[in-house]
Nanobody, 123 residues
């Protein structure tokens, strides 16, 4: 099984910064794409940024120039550095990790969500 633990959310004033982390653990064989989503009440989760195992990145338009996604493959961890935060960034942020893990002597695919971390930006 694969377990994700997120950390780094909190309350920050507009213009401030936060760094989110999402660490994967378990019987992991390999990790491919790692993603960050945000969700506000009553709305679906939306992609903020993602990163491939080769290091290619993509960003939502709202995140470009302000957020940076990165990963530490040795630690099975993905980060989201968020700068110049705005009240509109207030949301619960979730990581989604894709990969393969050992299951019953074979390899199986997984796509696991983190538990979510609250980011609140005050004006």
């Amino acid at each position: 099984q694969v377990h994700l633990v997120e950390s780094g959310g909190g309350l920050v004033q507009a213009g401030g910064s936060l760094r989110l982390s999402c660490a994967a653990s378990g019987t992991i064989f390999s990790i491919n794409r790692m993603e960050w989503y945000y969700q506000t009440p009553g709305k679906q989760r939306e992609l903020v940024a993602d990163i491939t195992n080769g290091g290619s990145t993509r960003y939502a338009d709202s995140a470009k120039g302000r957020f940076t996604i990165s990963r530490d493959n040795a630690k099975n961890t993905v980060y989201l550095q968020m700068n110049s935060l705005e009240p509109e960034d207030t949301a619960v942020y979730y990581c989604l990790v894709h990969g393969r893990y050992y299951s019953g002597g074979t390899l199986a695919n997984f796509a696991s969500w983190g538990q979510g971390t609250q980011v609140t930006v005050s004006s």
